[in-house]
């Protein structure tokens, strides 16, 4: 029933190596999100695609990047890690502007 | 490792009693309005929602109030139970496609 899958859980990266995180989705929505939520903090929006359209915030770090191979799969590419990267990775997704969003389990990214 | 986060402001209720939760958001063309409710290392779970012709929705238990002249949300939860400790974000549509959260309050419910 998982409709938004994000992979791993948890992982744990080496400072500097690169990283990728996943998301899937199974409810064939156009719209795909990457937050970044500190401890005790909000989540915070680094990108999204509407589609195949790349949109980034303006704050997003370079180091952050995103690919969206199709409707299903989104990736968070983390170029060199640092240790302020380590956060959750909580991923969503939307239909089309309508309704809010549904949003996967998230990955716990450590830093070592 | 990670950063020290924030401490979130906390609200202490006893079971039974109800919560209201308070948001302030930013942007006054904002039509859209989200309250999430994040459970200790999961994602955020949507709990109600209000679009910015209204003033007062209410679902089952909770009922979201907007007052656009001084952009404000609150999240009014009924008889509140255990199983609603939590943290909870307002989220706010800024253009048509993106969301931005709140700073977020943490709800603990004494038994």
């Known amino acids: 029933d998982a409709m938004v899958i994000q992979n791993p859980r948890y992982q744990v990266t080496q400072f500097g190596k690169p990283v990728t995180l996943s998301c899937s989705q199974t409810?064939?929505?156009?719209?795909m999100y990457w937050y970044q939520q500190k401890s005790s903090q909000a989540p915070k929006l680094l990108f999204h695609?509407?589609?195949?359209?790349?949109?980034n915030e303006a704050d997003t770090p370079d180091n952050f990047q995103s690919r969206r191979p199709n409707t299903s799969f989104c990736f968070l590419d983390i170029r060199s890690p640092g240790l302020g990267d380590a956060a959750m990775y909580l991923c969503?997704?939307?239909?089309?502007?309508?309704?809010?969003?549904?949003f996967g389990s998230g990955t716990r990214l450590t830093v070592v | 490792g990670e950063s020290v986060g924030l401490h979130l402001p906390t609200l202490s209720v006893q079971e039974g009693d109800n919560s209201i939760i308070n948001c302030a958001y930013s942007?006054?063309?904002?039509?859209?309005f989200i309250w999430y409710k994040q459970e200790s290392g999961k994602g955020p779970q949507f709990i109600i929602d209000?679009?910015?012709?209204?003033d007062k929705r209410q679902g089952q238990r909770v009922t979201v109030l907007l007052n656009k002249t001084v952009k404000h949300l609150s999240l009014q939860i009924a008889a509140t139970q255990p199983g609603d400790s939590a943290v909870y974000f307002c989220?706010?549509?800024?253009?048509?496609?993106?969301?931005?959260f709140g700073s977020g309050t943490k709800l603990n419910v004494k038994p």
């Open positions: 989220a706010e549509n800024q253009n048509f496609n993106k969301f931005y």
């Open positions: 409810l064939n929505h156009n719209v």
């Open positions: 969503a997704t939307r239909h089309r502007g309508f309704d809010g969003y549904t």
């Open positions: 942007n006054s063309a904002s039509d859209y």
């Open positions: 695609y509407y589609d195949k359209d790349f949109n």
């Open positions: 209000i679009r910015s012709n209204m």
